[in-house]
C-alpha cells in the first residue's frame, strides 16, 4: 500500500524569512506528484507538478517554487514567506495521468 | 477552461434526512469526475469517482450519477448521519492533462 507523509506538522513563521515543506511518497513507483494550498475553508488551489525527476510545472504563481530532487521527493519552498502564504498546503499523488489523487496529511502554516 | 461549480456553500440537515449536493462542470473533454470528503483538520479524501455516463457509483452510503448530458454529478445519501459533517468538494480532471479543478466546497453539517 502507498503512503504518504508530509513534514512538518505545523510551521508557525515570520514575513520575510525562508520556507521549505516537504513530502515523501512510498510503496508507488514514478508517482505523478503535486502541490495544493488551501485557505482556511477555501477550496484547493493547484500550484505544481511533477511527472518526473527534476521535472516540475507550475500551475499558479504564489512566490513559490518546488523541486523534485528524488523518484519519492517533492518540495515546496520560498526565499521570503508573506502573509498571504499562511494556509494548509498538501501533497498529492496519482498513479495515473488524469486519475484521482490521493493526499498527504498536509502542512498547516501561519505567517506572522 | 475547466470549471467546477457548488452552487451550496453550506447545508445544514437533520440526522436521518436524505441530502444531495450539486456539482456541475464545464470542459469541451470527456470528464472525470470526483468527490472528495474532508473532516475538519484533516486531509481531502476520495469519495467517489465516475468517468461513465449514466452509471451510478456508490461508496460508504453516498451515491452520484455522471450526467454528461446535464454535466452534473450530485452526490446524495438517503440518510445523513452526525459523522457526515465535513466539507465536500466536486472536481474534475479531463483532458488527460494533470490538472484536477475543485469546485468551492460545500459545508455539510448535520445537527442531532
Known amino acids: 500500500a502507498q503512503t504518504i507523509h508530509q513534514w512538518p506538522v505545523a510551521e508557525i513563521k515570520a514575513v520575510g524569512s525562508p520556507l521549505s515543506l516537504g513530502c515523501t511518497i512510498k510503496g508507488k513507483s514514478s508517482p505523478n506528484l503535486y502541490w495544493y494550498w488551501q485557505a482556511t475553508g477555501g477550496t484547493l488551489q493547484q500550484l505544481f507538478y511533477?511527472?518526473?525527476?527534476?521535472?516540475v510545472e507550475s500551475v499558479v504563481q504564489l512566490n513559490l517554487s518546488a523541486s523534485r530532487p528524488k523518484d519519492d521527493q517533492f518540495i515546496l519552498s520560498t526565499e521570503k514567506l508573506l502573509l498571504s502564504h499562511s494556509g494548509f498546503y498538501l501533497c498529492a499523488w496519482s498513479g495515473d495521468w488524469g486519475g484521482e489523487q490521493y493526499f498527504g496529511p498536509g502542512t498547516r502554516l501561519t505567517v506572522l | 477552461g475547466d470549471s467546477v461549480t457548488q452552487t451550496e456553500g453550506l447545508v445544514t440537515l437533520t440526522k436521518g434526512l436524505p441530502v444531495m449536493l450539486n456539482c456541475t462542470y464545464q470542459t469541451t473533454y470527456s470528464p472525470f469526475l470526483f468527490w472528495y470528503v474532508q473532516h475538519l483538520n484533516e486531509a481531502p479524501k476520495l469519495l467517489l469517482k465516475s468517468s461513465t455516463d449514466n452509471k451510478r457509483t456508490e461508496h460508504q452510503g453516498f451515491y452520484a450519477t455522471l450526467h454528461k448530458s446535464s454535466s452534473s454529478f450530485h452526490l446524495q445519501k438517503s440518510s445523513v448521519q452526525l459523522s457526515d459533517s465535513a466539507l465536500y468538494f466536486c472536481?474534475?480532471?479531463?483532458?488527460?492533462?494533470?490538472?484536477?479543478?475543485f469546485g468551492q466546497g460545500t459545508v455539510l453539517s448535520v445537527i442531532p
Open positions: 472536481a474534475l480532471s479531463a483532458g488527460g492533462n494533470n490538472k484536477l479543478t
Open positions: 511533477s511527472i518526473t525527476v527534476g521535472q
